[in-house]
């Protein structure tokens, strides 16, 4: 006999979940008082399964008017409107309706579980089984776990995802679980850094595409609704308190102006005469090697290795210096000088030192994130040469790079840098000069996020990752990234941010961490 579950509310999220757990094998039950929203579900149902030509499993479907008085069912889900009052009402329903060892599952995305398990009896029964929209394509499941729930209870949700087909991942019972809240910096850097004019949202969003994300945050946003995405921001800064959280200001305004994005036709886009025309910031690598320029490449580390390969492969003249002590042995003849340094110092001392030996035609790259320019700049006799430049982690997966467009740099300078990260196959986007320029600030907010959740034990590290990339298409995981990048390196750009903007953007403490050998175990197996 097929196992059953009785799912409560039969709109955006119950009707999808409905249909993936008859896809998973179980006979279901939807209770939906409305008729619209039933007639809505069935359409929804009808093209789903057309596309996919199973609509035998919807005979495993039966609608219901309310909660029956008693019911047999294994799984008993409730996906209603996101209210307190309402969702304790329908659990204190269900929990008497179902059997005393019957799992009893809450669809919320923003509310404590815990509160939720305290209003039934027998609360060890009681998990967050958070899905994603549309819950038929996503593959994850964030596992709430509430203080009061069993193992055994946990251990059955656990069963229950694999039944549907979806990766689960264990997250604690804490605001925004895992997706909702490490995904925040992603929309509220983005929204600092137009707040500060850093550059257009075309360009910020270009660069975000240009590092692997899917869509950008302001086209994103646009799409899950300003309100929507404003509204888990301010649940999750009115639970956490955490300054870090605030909203900005700009979505606010943008909230009352009815500015919501795709369904009002506005938002940071305008969609009156249909969908924008995407800005790319793309480059295609150039096929003959440029051998007008003499490129010094300064540096080590990963950074500098994937520079120095990606140089000569473009460029017939190109010198390497890994070690600062051998410095003097760059050439006279260098017109691009690019400084990788370490990923992590302040590298304007010998910046100003090569400023006072090579020639004034040559240009000088220097690495934006850990650098301060401006700094930089006052130390130069020629601070019109200097350009910096922002290359986050691994620059294969990085498609577009930000450049400053700062009051010094010479217009042929900064031509010089569009024409070479252009030469490199990379596309080049001008932005304001600012602490961690956007890609930093965001993503490296993101990572910072991700390592608190872990540290707070909202989940592991490996869960982190896997929610990030299923649950909001991320292109790794942003621990993965972190370590690509370097605790050290993003703990460098998050100190300046926070000497900026606030302690609130601090580096976690446990950023260190990055640095480590990712398997400490495994390596000392090895020895
Ligand atoms: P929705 O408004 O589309 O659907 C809710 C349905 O519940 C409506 O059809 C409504 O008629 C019905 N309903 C209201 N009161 C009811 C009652 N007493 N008994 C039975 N049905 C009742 O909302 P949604 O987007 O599906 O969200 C539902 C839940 O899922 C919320 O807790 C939300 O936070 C969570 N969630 C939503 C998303 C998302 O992207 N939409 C993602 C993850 C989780």
């Known amino acids: 006999m097929n196992q059953r579950c009785l799912i409560v509310g039969g709109g955006t999220m119950g009707s999808g979940i409905a249909l993936v757990a008859v896809r998973g094998g179980y006979g279901v039950e939807i209770v939906e008082p409305l008729a619209g929203a039933r007639e809505r579900a069935l359409a929804y149902f009808e093209r789903e399964t057309q596309r996919s030509g199973d609509g035998a499993v919807l005979e495993q479907i039966t609608w219901l008017d309310g909660i029956p008085a008693s019911s047999d069912v294994e799984l008993a889900l409730e996906a209603v409107p996101e209210r307190f009052e309402l ?18 599952a809450t669809n919320t995305s923003s509310l404590s579980v815990a509160a939720l398990a305290d209003v039934v009896e027998r609360p060890d029964r009681v998990v967050g089984l958070h899905f994603f929209n549309p819950p038929a394509r996503m593959a994850l499941l964030e596992v709430i776990c509430a203080p009061q729930t069993s193992d055994e209870m946990l251990e059955r949700a656990f069963a229950v995802a694999e039944k549907l087909g979806k990766t689960a991942v264990l997250a604690s019972d804490t605001p925004g679980f895992i997706v909702n809240r490490v995904a925040r910096p992603f ?38 609704g300003l309100d929507v995405n404003f509204a888990t921001t301010e649940s999750i800064y009115a639970r956490t308190g955490a300054q870090r959280f605030a909203p900005v200001e700009l979505q606010r305004r943008m909230v009352e102006q009815g500015l919501l994005g795709r369904k009002a036709g506005a938002g940071f886009y305008n969609y009156g005469n249909g969908p924008p025309e995407r800005y790319e910031a793309v480059a295609e690598p150039q096929a003959q090697s440029n051998s007008d320029e003499f490129v010094a490449l300064l540096g080590f580390g990963p950074r500098a290795d994937e520079l120095a390969e990606l140089l000569e492969q473009r460029y017939a003249n190109v010198q390497r210096i890994e070690n ?33 030996v090579l020639g004034a ?42 450049i400053v467009d700062s009051d010094d740099a010479s217009d042929d300078a900064l031509e010089l840098a569009q ?65 690509e990048i370097g605790g050290a390196r993003i703990a460098r750009i998050l100190k300046r941010l926070a000497d900026e903007e606030g302690e609130a953007f601090a580096p976690h403490r446990s950023l260190w961490m990055l640095d480590l050998a990712p398997n400490p175990e495994a390596e000392e197996a090895v020895e």
């Open 324 to 356: 600062d002590e051998l410095i003097d042995e760059l050439s006279p003849q260098a017109t691009i000088v690019i400084d990788a340094g370490d990923g992590v110092s302040d590298r304007g001392e010998i910046i100003a030192g090569l400023d006072s």
């Open 87 to 104: 969702k304790r009402d329908v659990f204190v329903a269900l929990a008497h309706a179902i059997a005393p060892d019957a799992l009893l």
């Open 361 to 402: 035609e040559s240009v000088f790259f220097i690495d934006a994130y850990a650098t301060d320019l401006r700094r930089c700049a006052r130390r130069m006799q020629h601070p019109q040469r200097l350009i910096g430049y922002g290359v986050l982690g691994a620059l294969e997966s990085q498609h577009a790079v930000e």
């Open 187 to 224: 929309y509220l850097q983005a929204m600092r850094a137009l707040e500060c004019e850093l550059a257009s949202v075309e360009e910020l969003d270009a660069l975000a595409r240009g590092v692997g994300f899917r869509m950008g945050p302001f086209e994103l946003m646009d799409l899950i």
């Open 419 to 483: 024409e070479l990260f252009a030469t490199l196959g990379k596309g080049a986007v001008l932005v304001e000069d600012s602490p961690g320029l956007f890609l930093g600030r965001t993503v490296g907010s993101i990572v910072n996020e991700a390592m608190i959740a872990v540290a707070e034990e909202v989940a592991s590290a490996d869960d982190v990752d896997t929610a990030m990339r299923l649950g909001a298409n991320y292109p790794i995981g942003p621990v993965a990234w972190g370590r």
